[in-house]
């Protein structure tokens, strides 16, 4: 087998298929599921598009044309021209950042005077600009530029956001306010597009062993925000996916029970393998990805067709899984273990 061989989807995509998974049945097919992969992978997949001008709207078209190819059965999305950082946020262009860098509002003064993104400044024709590079089957499920914390924690510093927590709760609950109804109007404006099958609610809650406030303060700073947003894509009939990196297990059931996500994601092994998170809950929400990072990188490529084919066995019959890896597929993730765990699903029968 050569691991480095590019596989090539067997069927034409069904977003009906993601769409069993969130639901928590049994799609007709293996189904696939990766937040984003890399600029690097996007290209190696598409040589043929190598020609075309770097613009947004290429480099999605690259995107799709590589979601296609590989097998799935939509693209992930975030619109150009709205972001609380572009412009806003001096913090230096590296791989690893502290959580405290490029913060701009300490006090009550400078949230006053800060210039609040519009939301409207979004480019919401993008979808229609795309849809005719869309494969028939295939929808977007759009994200948004961070999430609800991770915006805070920009804008504020996580280190200082944890002392307001406690001096000043006030300020926090009016920062959370403003990003919160910004990231809902761009949601209301995408959730009724035609070809908008879900949405995804991206935003990192936590560390290897704990979330980045208590419980108690992740339940009064973020998760009534969190359900305002779950709320929004749920009137208009869509699912919502919660992509959220870190420990969770002392807030799974505010997840489920109180914010009422339709599936989770990002699984890492360190804080609980996707084999037990199923266990424990696929009965009760979806269970997205979850072949631990490291492990595709580290792992022999058998190996990781091996548990990832393992993965497969245990949902089927049960639904409510779609395969990934953890947490998304960076550069530095070989392409032999990646294509391994696809092959699992392409060879799943």
Known sequence: MDWNEIPERRSEPDFNNLLAVLRRDEPSRPTLFEFFLNDRLYRRLTPDLDDMPD?????????????????????AIVLPGFSFADGIIDRPK??????????????????????????HAADYDFLDQLAEYLPKGMKFIPYTPNGVLENMVDLVGYERLCVLV??????????????????????QHVIHHPLVGACISNDDWGFKTQTMFSPRDMRLFVFPYHKRIVETVHAAGKPVILHSCGHFARIIDDIIDNMHYDARHSYEDTILPVEQAYELYHERIAILGG???????????????????????????????????????????????????????????
């Open 94 to 119: 590296e791989r690893t950042i502290s959580l405290n860098q490029g913060s701009v509002i300490g006090n009550w003064r400078e949230f006053e005077r800060f210039p609040w993104p519009d939301p």
């Open 55 to 75: 613009t947004s709207l290429n480099q999605y078209r690259r995107t799709i044309q590589a979601s296609y190819r590989l097998g799935y059965d939509y693209q």
């Open 166 to 187: 406690k001096d000043d709760p006030q300020l926090v609950h009016a920062v959370a306010e403003q990003v919160t109804t910004r990231l809902l109007d761009y949601y």
């Open 291 to 349: 072949i631990d990072v490291d492990f595709v990188c580290r792992a022999d490529p058998q190996e990781v067709y091996q548990r990832s084919r393992r993965m497969l066995e245990r949902a089927a019959g049960r639904g409510g899984f779609a395969l990934g890896t953890g947490n998304s597929v960076p550069d530095y993730v070989p392409d032999t273990g990646y294509f391994a765990m696809l092959r699992a699903a392409l060879d799943f029968r």
